[in-house]
């Protein structure tokens, strides 16, 4: 899977989350960003996330991710671990 191709997949994921397909999203696009991200909708993205990639983060990773950009990194470093 490529960068781009990841970087669709996860950002699909995101505008299915919270219903809107039409939704910019932004490596700088924070939670505070997007209306109804809240802490139990974090939850619930990082489940999804886990599920349409077939990775788990640990809770470190997603305590630490501030942004969609940095859920990408940390994807992206579990893609390429897996091999």
Do not use: C
Not at 11 to 24: K, P, S
């Amino acid at each position: 899977m490529t960068h781009t191709d990841t970087w669709d997949e996860l950002v699909a994921v995101i505008r299915e989350m919270f219903g809107d397909d039409t939704m910019a999203i932004y490596s700088d696009t924070k939670a505070a960003d997007v209306p109804g991200w809240d802490s139990v909708a974090h939850v619930e993205l990082m489940i999804a996330v886990e599920e349409r990639f077939g990775i788990r983060f640990t809770t470190g990773e997603a305590a630490g991710m501030n942004n969609v950009g940095d859920m990408a990194g940390f994807l992206e470093r579990h893609l390429q671990s897996k091999g």
